[in-house]
Structures are given as structure tokens and as C-alpha cells.
């Protein structure tokens, strides 16, 4: 495992997380729900060459560990964010709900990105769901987000 883990940080991760050294009113510290015998369905090679990541210096069966928030990248700073907004004729309090943010990454360009894990599990602000999705709509979330950034 010490090798896996010293593995994880040759990836590339370089995390600067400004959101997490926000108040803590505006955010929740939350970690990822493990989750049991994970599977990697799609892997996206060109998005982590646009992050500066590099994979291919752990073994494949462990992707699914890493996306799936069940092994953690060092010097991630995990947190759900807090917000408020008017819904249904209310002005109300809300947040993630079923995405927890690992980190702010910094490419070898310096662009900053967020990386967040959905349907990661409940955090304070799931109200009544418990926090996971399911793999349907978050395909058709990966679909449309490569067909706009392909526009």
C-alpha cells in the first residue's frame, strides 16, 4: 500500500485550496463515502493531459479506488460548499448536495480547476437524498459536458 500511495502523489496533483480556507459558514469538511469494489467505466486520457496528470504511473486497478473517492490524492482538502438561493418562492439555504470537492488543481500551465467527485455520498446539504447517483445520469452529465466542450 506505501507504494500505491507513494504512486498516487507521482500523478501529478498540485492542489491550492482557496475554498477551503474560506469561512467555515460557507462550506462543509466532508470526505468522500468509500465505495465497495469500485468500477471505472469511461477514463477521459485528453482531459488529464489538459490537468498535467499522469496516470499510467499507477496500475489501472486502482483508477477506480482514486474516482470513486476511496483513496484520496495527498494534500486534498475535501468539502462540501454551502450557498443560498430562491427556490420554490423561498430564499433559502443550500449546498452540494451529492458533490464533494477534493481539491483546487493546478495545472503546469497554472489554471486553476476544481476537482469534485459526484454522488460521492450525503453531506449536510442533501436534506432528505442520500447523497450517491446513479450511473445513467451521470453518463448523460459526461456526454453533454464533452459535447460543450467541444463547441
Same mark, same amino acid.
Given at each position: 500500500m506505501n507504494k500505491l500511495i507513494s504512486n498516487i502523489s507521482k500523478i501529478?496533483?498540485? #492542489?491550492?485550496?482557496?475554498?477551503a480556507r474560506l469561512p467555515e459558514i460557507m462550506l462543509s469538511r466532508i470526505a468522500p463515502l468509500p465505495v465497495k469494489d469500485p468500477k471505472l467505466v469511461i #477514463?477521459?486520457?485528453?482531459? !488529464?493531459? =489538459?490537468? !498535467?496528470?499522469?496516470? &499510467?504511473?499507477? =496500475?489501472?486497478?486502482?483508477?477506480? !479506488?482514486?474516482?470513486?473517492? &476511496?483513496?484520496l490524492p495527498q494534500k486534498s482538502e475535501c468539502i462540501a460548499q454551502a450557498y443560498a438561493g430562491h427556490q420554490f418562492g423561498y430564499f433559502t439555504m443550500l449546498g452540494d448536495g451529492r458533490a464533494?470537492?477534493?481539491? =483546487?488543481?493546478?495545472t503546469k500551465n497554472n489554471k486553476r480547476v476544481d476537482i469534485q467527485f459526484k454522488g460521492s455520498g450525503k453531506t449536510p446539504y442533501s436534506r432528505n437524498a442520500d447523497g450517491r447517483a446513479a450511473l445513467g445520469p451521470m453518463l448523460r452529465e459526461y456526454i453533454i459536458s464533452e459535447a460543450m466542450h467541444g463547441l
Open positions: 501529478g496533483w498540485c #492542489f491550492d485550496n482557496t475554498y #477514463f477521459n486520457h485528453d482531459l !488529464s493531459k =489538459e490537468l !498535467s496528470l499522469d496516470f &499510467s504511473v499507477i =496500475e489501472d486497478n486502482f483508477l477506480p !479506488s482514486i474516482f470513486s473517492g &476511496s483513496l464533494i470537492i477534493i481539491g =483546487e488543481h493546478l
